[in-house]
């Protein structure tokens, strides 16, 4: 079975251990009552997460255009799942974009600039505003909660290609 570019592997498994790192992070900082030392560097570690994902999103998704994926072997899987699959990869793609782009720009509204590893800033596209502060926290924690949902659904599909349904599906991805 034809597997998928080393590039593109070692894209999806950093960007994935990327994103784990930040919704971790995010969760844990989110949870640290006031505005302590700690909260402060997590939330600057949390943005500079997002940066890089939102970098190596771009640069995957410029790897993807022009590599086309492997095929599956024809009779593989019914058409119906081969749909959902398709559909599933556009959605975390859609995300990669979404979630670190909302969160810069609630970062924007709450009139905090996002200086990236602490030396390069990232251009201010918006004035502070106070009204669409809470509109772009609960856009960037819902986005974060449904690639949640995706995710696990992306790796509960690998897992039954792996271990119900033996037909090599995974391997195509892992190093």
């Given at each position: 079975?034809?597997?998928?570019t080393?590039t593109?592997?070692?894209?999806?498994?950093?960007?994935?251990?990327?994103?784990v790192?930040?919704?971790?992070?995010?969760?844990?900082?989110?949870?640290?009552?006031?505005?302590?030392?700690?909260?402060l560097k997590?939330?600057?570690?949390?943005?500079?997460?997002?940066?890089?994902?939102?970098?190596?999103?771009?640069?995957?998704?410029?790897?993807?255009?022009?590599?086309?994926?492997?095929?599956?072997?024809?009779?593989?899987?019914?058409?119906?799942?081969?749909?959902?699959?398709?559909?599933l990869?556009?959605?975390?793609?859609?995300?990669?974009?979404?979630?670190?782009?909302?969160?810069?720009?609630?970062?924007?509204?709450?009139?905090?600039?996002?200086?990236?590893?602490g030396?390069?800033?990232?251009?201010?596209?918006?004035?502070?505003?106070?009204?669409?502060k809470?509109?772009?926290?609960?856009?960037?924690?819902?986005l974060?909660?449904?690639?949640?949902?995706?995710?696990?659904?992306?790796?509960?599909?690998?897992?039954?290609?792996?271990?119900?349904?033996?037909?090599?599906?995974?391997?195509?991805?892992?190093?």
């Amino acid at each position: 079975m034809e597997k998928y570019t080393k590039t593109a592997v070692a894209l999806h498994w950093l960007i994935a251990l990327l994103i784990v790192a930040a919704f971790a992070l995010g969760m844990t900082m989110t949870d640290i009552p006031g505005l302590t030392p700690t909260k402060l560097k997590y939330f600057s570690w949390h943005k500079w997460l997002g940066v890089t994902v939102l970098g190596l999103a771009a640069l995957r998704l410029l790897w993807r255009l022009t590599h086309r994926a492997p095929a599956l072997p024809a009779g593989l899987m019914p058409a119906w799942q081969i749909k959902a699959a398709e559909a599933l990869h556009g959605l975390l793609y859609i995300l990669m974009f979404a979630i670190p782009l909302s969160g810069y720009f609630y970062s924007l509204s709450a009139g905090v600039p996002v200086v990236y590893l602490g030396v390069l800033p990232l251009p201010v596209l918006i004035d502070p505003n106070p009204e669409l502060k809470p509109v772009l926290k609960a856009v960037h924690y819902w986005l974060n909660m449904g690639l949640l949902a995706a995710v696990i659904l992306h790796v509960a599909a690998a897992l039954k290609h792996q271990f119900i349904d033996r037909d090599g599906v995974l391997k195509r991805m892992l190093p």
